[in-house]
């Protein structure tokens, strides 16, 4: 069954076209991060399943129930805010029973209810507390305890870790991630944050301009990215212009053979050319593409190698132990691994 | 300019502020019918005399109910204007804050003088309700500006996040904007609520001669000579102002209420 | 971004009150106002109505524009003292901490809504003969007889100057207290003395608040009413003084009415440019 659909929906605030024809199927249950640059449209379809904007045109459906014309506050779905939004006047237990409250549940119930909540977000026994007593991370905490005090039939985020520091925001992020199994709700979180959606979701969609550049589990879209802005998205890569013709990819007069595994969405003319630093290969100037070393980092868990080849720059990522020998300005030979080379439009 | 110099420039000026309180409130404490300083006989008698007489009590008491009237009249007002001006920009919402500035910001005798000739015509000329209602017009000012601001000061996703949990119209105006606002509506209820105390000439030509209020009644006792007793309401009246005004600082942000962005911050 | 709002908080009906009672109230107040002031004066107490200028023509006399004259001068001297004090004392209150700024804010809050009439008495006190400054001068041997100051053009412009200066810091207290205090410190840093940063960047960058609260406290200073009679002399009333007084006890509608038109059309072009002297900086 299709939990959360989204048919056609265009968004515009007046000339500006914020969201444009999009669909989407979202089944019960899945974890969705729409994920890219900002101005992008993805908080504009969430503010849209939300109902807190009217679409210019299309429809949203939840649990195949038309909720288009359904006021925001009828639609009885969970959300954080960017902001948190959490009311400055109640404290953590009355903010978190905040929804039960509005439906006229009984304030037993409803204490009860955010002390199990409480305990969900691991903050036991805070319920008393003012909002502005907490930390960071143990507001976060609450508003997504809040969002989830209904069980509603959809959990909508809206950048919701981006006011954390770092560490305490992966930390969050696996933490939200086991929470949304453990219940089973069907999610939607906003983000700019690439690795934030490779380790949350089952879904990412990736979004630009408006549209949809490509919708799927986070290693199709690393692996098998439908375009070179989906490949520049998701994960750092090389990005090369190239020539494809005869079963060879040509780039900076170079020729390459394709291999086995090689994904060639254009079989002929002019592409793009998209392979990880992981899988550029450094050997004598004879055996490869020549090229300059340019810079040295050395991370310790990897050496990066950045390069020159004319203007175009091509970074390789190098395991331990390898490349200690390399010096800025020597000459090197670029190949890149069998079955690795992704040619995109 | 070092600290202390510009310390001493701030006191200095408050000091003057004082003066004439501090020397009105030594007057009061004069025993004999005399204006003197320093005092002659220093008594309280005058206090008590003040609510004995019931040719102060009666002005006093008109004060103060005018002042409580109009000033909850200006916040009845004030509020749903502001409300309806907050997420606003059209020509109607710039006419009704127009309205609800301009009686405060011109002088006052323009609006005594329009609501005189009102009053006459309509009738309602030289009733007390007809004070409260010029009064709470006149004042609608301070509680516009304080509740203006207070709204300006809620984040709208408190209301979408109310909205998405299930909040109606009445729901998010009861559970969230409403108990928000409550501080600023009472700063501004305090604020209508002391300038109506101390306004003169609008109670003055509504219904000066029939409902007598405090100021109007020292103005009338002054031209008959002194007496300690004026001094007394003085006292009275600018102790009572400096205690609505603490309340307000002591409970509320006043230098946010009055304007400073800054300051809030710390 | 120009978003509507699915649903605004306030329902448009929400409105019609307050529309409702300030047009009842102020607009239908001023408009029966206007029609008096062109109204025929009846000389048994009220007027009747017709269109005349009679009432503007006779306020066009030598003798009005002499109380026009007296009024004004008044009222910019107080009003140049009132911003002339009340500047750099904003400036301190504004770099202080909350709590001395509460406070002081209290005093000035108390100072500012006290009736004139208490403010008049005080002041009367405070420059009477037998309990004011007369008695302390003559204490110290600096005149010979306790003296009088009231009523006297001084006086009236030290009671307007007492109205008018809690006014000025409240008008200059949001701008002042909101100008960013690292544009100063940049000053200082680069070499600027205390005086030199405060002519130099401080009042510079408030130029157009400073003009917008002189001309605030003169259009505040103008409406004084009850000053000018318990301070000053007659030749002191200003407009609001004649305008009661034509209203009430000459029983001239049509007249207090057309000099209350005039001061407002007066109020209003001055408030009209305070606004505009106060945008030039807010814009930035």
């Known amino acids: ?345 | 300019m070092t600290r202390a110099l510009k310390t001493t420039y701030v006191l200095v000026i408050l000091a003057l502020l004082l003066a004439p309180l501090v020397i009105v409130a030594a007057v009061s404490l004069n025993g004999p019918q005399s204006l003197r300083f320093p005092p002659v006989d220093p008594s309280l008698r005058w206090y008590g005399e003040l609510f004995r007489q019931s040719e102060w009590l009666v002005p006093l008491r008109h004060s103060l109910v005018i002042a409580a009237c109009a000033a909850a009249l200006a916040v009845a007002i004030a509020l749903p204007l502001a409300l309806y001006v907050w997420e606003r920009r059209g020509i109607a919402a710039r006419a009704l804050t127009g309205m609800g500035l301009a009686p405060f910001a011109l002088p006052p005798v323009i609006s005594a003088l329009g609501f005189m000739i009102f009053w006459m015509t309509l009738g309602g000329y030289g009733r007390i309700y007809a004070t409260i209602i010029s009064h709470g017009i006149f004042l609608v000012t301070l509680p516009l500006v304080t509740i203006s601001l207070g709204l300006k000061g809620i984040d709208r996703s408190l209301i979408e996040a109310a909205r998405v949990m299930g909040a109606g119209r009445w729901g998010v105006f009861r559970t969230v904007i409403l108990p928000l606002l409550i501080p600023y509506m009472v700063s501004g209820y305090a604020f209508a609520f002391v300038l109506s105390l101390n306004e003169y000439i609008i109670a003055y030509m509504v219904a000066g001669f029939t409902v007598e209020t405090l100021p109007i009644k020292i103005f009338n006792a002054l031209r008959y000579g002194y007496t300690p007793i004026l001094a007394v309401v003085s006292v009275i009246f600018a102790a009572l102002s400096a205690l609505i005004f603490g309340l307000i600082g002591r409970f509320g942000n006043l230098p946010r209420l009055l304007g400073a962005e800054r300051s809030q911050h710390d | 971004m120009s978003a509507t709002p699915v649903q605004t908080a306030a329902p448009r009906w929400l409105g019609l009150w307050p529309a409702a009672m300030l047009t009842l109230f102020f607009l239908v107040p001023f408009g029966i106002m206007l029609a008096v002031s062109v109204a025929h004066r009846d000389v048994s107490g009220f007027y009747e109505w017709s269109f005349e200028w009679d009432s503007y023509a006779r306020f066009l006399s030598a003798f009005f524009g002499k109380v026009m004259a007296v009024s004004i001068s008044v009222s910019l001297t107080a009003a140049a003292i009132c911003v002339a004090l009340a500047f750099p004392f904003t400036v301190f209150l504004s770099n202080m901490g909350h709590r001395a700024q509460t406070r002081i804010l209290v005093v000035l809050l108390s100072a500012l809504a006290l009736s004139e009439v208490i403010i008049g008495f005080s002041l009367s006190t405070l420059l009477s003969q037998t309990a004011g400054i007369g008695n302390l001068f003559h204490w110290l041997g600096l005149i010979d007889e306790p003296r009088a100051y009231t009523p006297s053009l001084f006086a009236l412009i030290t009671g307007l100057c007492y109205i008018g200066f809690p006014f000025a810091v409240l008008v200059l207290y949001p701008p002042v207290s909101r100008l960013d205090p690292e544009i100063v410190e940049a000053a200082r840093v680069m070499g600027a003395s205390g005086p030199r940063a405060f002519f130099g960047v401080i009042v510079p960058n408030l130029r157009g608040a400073i003009v917008g609260a002189f001309i605030l406290v003169f259009v505040f200073t103008l409406g004084s009413y009850l000053l000018p009679q318990l301070l000053g002399r007659s030749e002191h009333w200003t407009l609001s003084v004649h305008i009661t007084d034509q209203a009430v006890y000459q029983s001239n509608l049509p007249f207090g009415a057309a000099m209350s038109v005039f001061l407002m059309l007066v109020a209003l072009a001055l408030v009209g440019l305070a606004s505009l002297a106060g945008r030039e900086r807010g814009a930035a």
């Open chain 1, 1 to 345: 069954m299709t939990e959360l659909r989204i048919d056609s929906l265009s968004k515009d605030f007046g000339t500006f076209r914020a969201l444009d024809s999009v669909s989407l199927d979202i089944p019960n249950g899945k974890f969705v991060c729409l994920l890219g640059p900002s101005g992008c449209g993805k908080t504009t379809l969430l503010r849209l399943i939300a109902g807190l904007e009217t679409p210019t045109d299309g429809r949203v459906y939840v649990g195949g129930a038309d909720q288009t014309e359904v006021p925001t506050h009828k639609r009885g779905m969970g959300m954080v805010f960017q902001s948190l939004a959490l009311f400055p006047h109640l404290d953590v237990a009355d903010n978190i029973a905040y929804p039960l409250a509005i439906r006229g549940v009984d304030k037993a119930t409803r204490r009860a209810r955010a002390e199990e909540l409480l305990e969900l977000v691991q903050l036991p026994g805070l319920g008393s507390r003012r909002i502005h007593q907490l930390s960071g991370g143990q507001r976060q905490r609450v508003a997504i305890a809040r969002g989830l005090s209904i069980n509603p039939q959809v959990f909508l985020l809206d950048e919701p870790l981006s006011a954390l520091d770092a560490s305490l925001r992966e930390h969050m992020q696996i933490e939200l991630r086991q929470i949304q199994q453990r219940l089973g709700v069907t999610t939607v979180v906003v983000t700019h944050d690439q690795k934030e959606a490779l380790t949350m979701a089952d879904l990412v969609i990736v979004m630009k301009d408006g549209v949809i550049q490509q919708a799927g589990a986070p290693m199709e879209l690393y692996h098998t990215p439908a375009n070179a802005f989906v490949a520049g998205f998701i994960g750092t890569t090389n990005l090369m212009p190239c020539t494809v013709a005869d079963g060879v990819v040509s780039v900076l007069g170079h020729a390459f053979p394709i291999t086995e595994g090689d994904r060639i969405a254009i079989t002929s003319g002019e592409a793009q050319l998209s392979v990880r630093p992981e899988h550029v290969l450094l050997g004598a100037p004879d055996e490869g593409l020549p090229a300059e070393v340019s810079f040295l980092r050395d991370l310790g868990e990897s050496l990066h190698v950045l390069m020159r080849v004319g203007d175009q720059e091509i970074t390789a990522h190098l395991a331990p132990g390898h490349g200690h020998d390399l010096v800025t300005g020597q000459t090197v030979g670029i190949r890149f691994r069998d079955g690795e080379k992704v040619v995109v439009q």
